[in-house]
C-alpha cells in the first residue's frame, strides 16, 4: 500500500506515519508540502491513498476567515479533486472536533451524539467544516472520502493545546 501524507511538517501527520512504520506489512509513506504550488506537478497515480493533515490551526495572529477558509476548506478541496483525477481511490480528511458547537454549551454538558448538530463557533471550526462538505462532494464509487475528527491533539513538540 502507497500511502501520501499531506502537511510535510503536520503534527499530527508525523504521529500517522511513526504509527504505520510499526505496522506489517509496513505501507510505503511519502509526505508532500502544500505551502507552495508545486503539488500541483506531482503524479499521484501511484498512490492507493491521501491523509490530509496540512491545516491553518493554533495561529491567533491570523484572524481572517478567507485565509481559513483558502487554507482548510479550498486547499483540501483542490487537492482531493487532483487525487481523484489522478486515480487515488481513498481520501483522508483531518477535520476537527470543532464543527460542533463548544461543548460547553451542548444540552447535557459534553456529550456527542449522532444528532449533535454541526454548528461551529469558530473561524477555524466553520473553515474545518466546509472543508468536510467540500470533499465529500467528490465522493463516488471510485473515490472513497473519510472525515476524521480529532479531539484534542497534543503531545511532545506539538504546538497546539498543551494539556
Not at 499530527?12 to 506515519?17: D, E, H, S, W
Request: charged residues 20%; glycine residues 8%; proline residues 6%.
Amino acid at each position: 500500500m502507497n500511502v501520501l501524507i499531506v502537511g510535510k511538517t503536520s503534527f499530527v501527520g508525523q504521529g500517522i506515519a511513526h504509527w504505520f512504520a510499526q505496522k506489517e506489512p509496513q505501507p510505503h509513506v511519502d509526505f508532500i508540502s502544500v505551502r507552495d504550488d508545486g503539488w500541483k506537478n506531482v503524479d499521484l497515480s501511484g498512490y492507493d491513498a491521501v491523509i490530509f493533515t496540512a491545516a491553518l490551526v493554533h495561529r491567533p495572529d491570523v484572524t481572517e476567515e478567507a485565509e481559513y477558509d483558502r487554507l482548510n476548506a479550498q486547499l483540501p478541496y483542490e487537492f482531493a479533486q487532483y487525487a481523484k483525477a489522478q486515480g487515488v481511490a481513498q481520501f483522508v480528511f483531518f477535520s476537527s472536533i470543532s464543527v460542533f458547537p463548544s461543548l460547553r454549551s451542548l444540552p447535557g454538558g459534553c456529550v456527542l451524539t449522532p444528532r449533535t448538530p454541526l454548528q461551529p463557533d469558530t473561524v477555524y471550526g466553520r473553515s474545518k467544516l466546509r472543508g468536510e462538505q467540500l470533499t465529500q462532494s467528490l465522493a463516488d464509487e471510485h473515490f472513497h472520502v473519510s472525515i476524521v475528527r480529532p479531539t484534542y491533539v497534543y503531545g511532545k513538540n506539538c504546538r497546539g493545546v498543551h494539556i
